[in-house]
T-cell receptor
Framework: DVKVTQSSRYLVKRTGEKVFLECVQD?????MFWYRQDPGLGLRLIYF???????EKGDIPEGYSVSREKKERFSLILESASTNQTSMYLC?????????????FGSGTRLTVV | KQEVTQIPAALSVPEGENLVLNCSFT??????LQWFRQDPGKGLTSLLL?????REQTSGRLNASLDKSSGRSTLYIAASQPGDSATYLC???????????FGGGTRVLVKP
């Protein structure tokens, strides 16, 4: 089974801090994604990456950046954390090797910015 | 723009009853549809994936059907158990635009 691992389950950071959320997948998937999930707003796509060093903005990229130096790792960076970035962050990877194109999600990181 | 709707937003059933969860989408030009389960405070677990050319998929007590022409999918969970209590999300993937669109989810409570 594909595993998508998010390094932290819970994080508490201060306003203005630079925050790194790490995600690693173990099945050589080319596509990786970062979503945030908020009550009443559902899941919203922040950024995605087709391959190493490639990235594309999703629906809500403002205040975020990403890094993909290796195929298995996709990092989400909050350049200067703000309280409105308190949320559940979910990383996903997608299988493009066959025809299924199924998504696999990690267990999530609950970030609180104080 | 693709819109995905799940109704009802919540339901409660006694243990042993069959669960029927609905998902509708506005644009039938989808590549696949995926059902997920989410426990409180946790990530998403994939349950079933249906390709656009398929009518249904089954895994254990779970069965998902897809009617692309009418823009509907249904997830059936047979003989529900308290451990089935969770939020169930459907998501449709459209290759053009490379986008996964989620429904708002149905929160299920199975009472012992």
């Amino acid at each position: 089974d594909v595993k998508v691992t998010q390094s932290s389950r819970y994080l508490v950071k201060r306003t203005g801090e630079k925050v790194f959320l790490e995600c690693v997948q173990d099945m050589d998937h080319e596509n990786m994604f970062w979503y945030r999930q908020d009550p009443g707003l559902g899941l919203r796509l922040i950024y995605f990456s087709y391959d190493v060093k490639m990235k594309e903005k999703g629906d809500i990229p403002e205040g975020y950046s990403v890094s993909r130096e290796k195929k298995e790792r996709f990092s989400l960076i909050l350049e200067s954390a703000s309280t409105n970035q308190t949320s559940m962050y979910l990383c996903a990877s997608r299988d493009t090797s066959g025809v299924l194109y199924g998504y696999t999600f990690g267990s999530g990181t609950r970030l609180t910015v104080v | 723009k693709q819109e995905v709707t799940q109704i009802p937003a919540a339901l409660s059933v006694p243990e042993g009853e069959n669960l029927v969860l609905n998902c509708s989408f506005t644009d039938s030009a989808i590549y696949n549809l995926q059902w997920f389960r989410q426990d409180p405070g946790k990530g998403l677990t994939s349950l079933l994936l249906i390709q656009s050319s398929q009518r249904e998929q089954t895994s254990g007590r779970l069965n998902a059907s897809l009617d692309k022409s009418s823009g509907r999918s249904t997830l059936y969970i047979a003989a529900s158990q308290p451990g089935d209590s969770a939020t169930y999300l459907c998501a449709v993937f459209k290759a053009a635009g490379n986008k996964l669109t989620f429904g708002g989810g149905t929160r299920v409570l199975v009472k012992p």
